[in-house]
């Protein structure tokens, strides 16, 4: 069963432009919603993370939006750059057990 | 200084053989786990451990071995391969336990081939 489904799979932007992955969850529980940002032959790492008592969070170029009442939530990366191109999960954890449950992954690539 | 480490980095083996993937980290961290990558890049939790000791133990089949000497070395140790069994596997940690928000660490990853 899972948990938290990811879009799109796949994702192709121009450089300067935005790029947006979704992700929706159906386990109410979930209070903790990290990003991780993997490069190719590389372990993911934390890019950003947000806790559902705010809609939004910003760091750089890196903006998560949250909405609880939709169970949804997203990554905007703005003027995207060569250097993000890489696979992007989302995850969501909650208290019990915060060991978190990932998306299936966005591979973006962003061309020059 | 390298956070996480993990060795060998590729492995390719035959079916039937038994082999094991190390794991150091150096963050002084209390919990480290194992996860698997599959082909298609989904990440799935294998084991948590939390100062040696096994606090989570996904659906894994016996086969599977963690073993964690110390607080900052988890090992995985794989009996009678299988073809199923090729992916990457990570070992990751972090620095509190897994029911308290904290980011996970990986390592670089162990590309398992079994042909």
């Known amino acids: 069963q899972q948990q938290v489904k990811q879009s799109p799979q796949s994702l192709i932007v121009q450089k300067g432009g935005i790029s947006i992955i979704n992700c929706a969850y159906e386990n109410t529980a979930f209070d903790y919603f990290p990003w991780y940002q993997q490069f190719p032959g590389k372990g993911p790492a934390l890019l950003i993370a947000i806790r559902p008592d705010v809609s939004e969070k910003k760091e750089g170029r890196f903006t998560i939006s949250f909405n609880k009442s939709a169970k949804q939530f997203s990554l905007h990366i703005m003027d995207s750059q060569p250097g993000d191109s890489a696979t992007y999960f989302c995850?969501?954890?909650?208290?019990?057990?915060?060991?978190?449950?990932f998306g299936r992954g966005t591979s973006l690539i962003v061309h020059p | 200084d390298t956070a996480v480490s993990q060795t060998p980095k590729y492995l390719v083996t035959q079916m039937g053989n038994d082999k094991s993937i190390k794991c150091e980290q150096n963050l002084g961290h209390d919990t480290m786990y194992w996860y698997k990558q599959d082909s298609k890049k989904f990440l799935k939790i294998m084991f948590s451990?939390?100062?040696?000791?096994?606090?989570i133990n996904e659906t894994v089949p016996n086969r599977f071995s963690p073993k964690s000497p110390d607080k900052a070395h988890l090992n995985l140790h794989i009996n009678s391969l299988e073809l199923g069994d090729s992916a990457v596997y990570f070992c990751?940690?972090?620095?509190?336990?897994?029911?308290?928000?904290?980011?996970?660490?990986f390592g670089p990853g162990t590309r398992l081939t079994v042909l």
């Open positions: 990751a940690s972090s620095p509190l336990s897994p029911w308290a928000y904290n980011e996970q660490f």
């Open positions: 451990y939390n100062n040696k000791e096994l606090i």
């Open positions: 995850a969501a954890s909650s208290g019990g057990s915060y060991i978190p449950t």
